[in-house]
């Protein structure tokens, strides 16, 4: 494309999604429905801007998305506000505001757009798509490996199957789980506060557990410590133990990473992610976990949460190839020459339209009949129906089959005959 003074282009970060893509994309959301149905999710939609508030408190204050990520801004009533990041926060504010929790449990899924000022590469982008579920629910074991084995079930179904899933335990916040833990990184820093990158320093004292995430490397201090995982109190790791059972009992096939680490602060116990084998350096196709508290947090019921999100960017970059492609086109296409039969057309296109055809017609003057049908050719009609000159002053129609070529009249008048012959393809 030529760059013209006149032209804008897409924001950084962002991109067109276009018609030859489309099909992939409809694909994806389709079996996503399909699969959370079957497990009892239903669909939500939230707006896509929040109170900035929602996001800070619901995430974490001290995490990289909000701290760094986050599309903020104020609106004219002098309101902060924040393109969503991510969806479990809002998707808890919805259900406690518009009381989905008085009945108790619910499990919810949603598709849309989710903002985060990251820098692009393949796979990551500042306007993206999740998939994402979440189950409110009392906190069992069960309900983890349920969740985690659709997540799987869901991927089999797009036909991606070169993936790896990996779980670990992010503890909880009785004192002796990760408070002590965060003593015990606190401790094993203190003697390396001046070689700490300056973000760390500051996590060291207001969110230690964040260092383990530092993307400058100031982790290798605490490559001698334990990990949490080993580190936590005897609850969590009896529910780490059961969630494994249950992981087994559903035959999924996973390894735990005592490393993993995800990036918002709502997480306790369950956490984990599966990456993709196929795509680069952005791999991870999903991830979630447990996150109990943040809908108390967030002025509900004390239910438990699970759930997780996948970006669809990533799912569609690790289709197998084919999937998804655009189907064929016009079930008709109409080819006319003069005006007598370009209005006639116009009613024709009209009446198999309403019986539920797909009908294409090119009113353009200048172009042959010949050119018309190299036309419908390129669209992938399956029939092109000739309306000529002779065809009018004869009042017939001339339909032809574009693979077999077998060319039939039918009375011009005969709408009936014309809509059996196209509709049984
Ligand atoms: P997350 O790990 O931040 O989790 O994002 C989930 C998925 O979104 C990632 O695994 C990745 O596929 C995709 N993703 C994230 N950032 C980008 C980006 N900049 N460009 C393209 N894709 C991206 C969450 O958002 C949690 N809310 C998940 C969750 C739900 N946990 C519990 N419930």
Redesign the pocket.
């Known amino acids: 494309m030529r760059d013209s003074p006149h032209m804008i282009q897409a924001v950084k970060?962002t991109r067109d999604i276009l018609p030859e893509e489309v099909g992939r994309w409809h694909f994806v959301e389709e079996k996503a429905r399909r699969v959370f149905r079957r497990y009892g999710f239903r669909e939500i939609r939230t707006p896509v801007f929040e109170s900035t508030d929602l996001f800070a408190r619901g995430?974490g204050e001290g995490t990289d998305?909000v701290l760094k990520?986050m599309y903020t801004f104020t609106d004219r009533g002098d309101r902060s506000l924040t393109l969503r990041?991510?969806?479990?926060?809002p998707?808890v504010r919805a259900a406690v505001e518009n009381g989905l929790f008085r009945h108790g449990s619910n499990r919810l899924y949603y598709i849309g757009p989710?903002f985060?000022y990251?820098r692009?590469q393949k796979?990551?982008?500042?306007q993206?798509?999740?998939i994402?579920?979440?189950a409110f629910e009392p906190n069992e074991p069960s309900v983890d490996a349920e969740i985690i084995e659709m997540s799987v079930a869901f991927l089999t179904e797009l036909g991606i199957t070169a993936t790896d899933l990996v779980i670990n335990s992010a503890g909880c916040n009785l004192p002796h789980c990760r408070q002590a833990y965060r003593g015990l990184i606190q401790e094993a820093l203190a003697s390396h506060v001046e070689e700490l990158c300056p973000d760390c320093r500051r996590r060291l004292r207001e969110n230690p557990l964040r260092i383990l995430d530092c993307k400058a490397g100031c982790r290798r201090f605490l490559n001698e410590l334990p990990t949490l995982l080993e580190r936590q109190g005897p609850e969590c790791r009896d529910h780490f133990n059961e969630t494994r059972r249950h992981l087994d009992l559903l035959e999924v096939q996973y390894r735990v990473d005592p490393q993993l680490v995800?990036?918002?602060d709502?997480?306790v116990q369950t956490t984990f992610?599966?990456t993709g084998k196929s795509l680069g350096a952005?791999n991870?196709?999903?991830?979630?976990?447990?996150?109990d508290g943040l809908v108390e947090a967030l002025g509900g019921p004390p239910l438990g949460?699970?759930?997780?999100?996948?970006?669809?960017?990533?799912?569609i970059l690790s289709l197998p190839p084919g999937v998804g492609e655009p189907g064929p086109g016009p079930d008709l296409y109409i080819a006319t020459l003069g005006r007598a039969a370009d209005e006639h057309a116009m009613l024709i296109a009209r009446e198999l339209r309403k019986r539920g055809l797909w009908v294409e017609w090119d009113p353009d003057p200048e172009r042959s009949l010949k050119a018309k049908s190299r036309r419908a050719g390129q669209r992938q009609a399956r029939y092109i129906l000739f309306l000529g000159e002779d065809e009018i002053r004869r009042g017939v129609l001339t339909l032809k089959r574009m693979d077999g070529g077998v060319q039939t009249e039918i009375d011009a008048s005969d709408l009936n005959r014309l809509t059996r012959e196209v509709g049984d393809a």
């Open positions: 970060g995430i998305l990520e990041p991510e969806n479990t926060a998707v989710m985060r990251e692009p796979g990551r982008m500042r993206f798509h999740q994402g579920v979440e995800r990036g918002l709502y997480y992610e599966i952005q991870a196709l999903l991830g979630g976990g447990r996150y949460g699970f759930g997780f999100a996948s970006g669809l960017e990533r799912l």
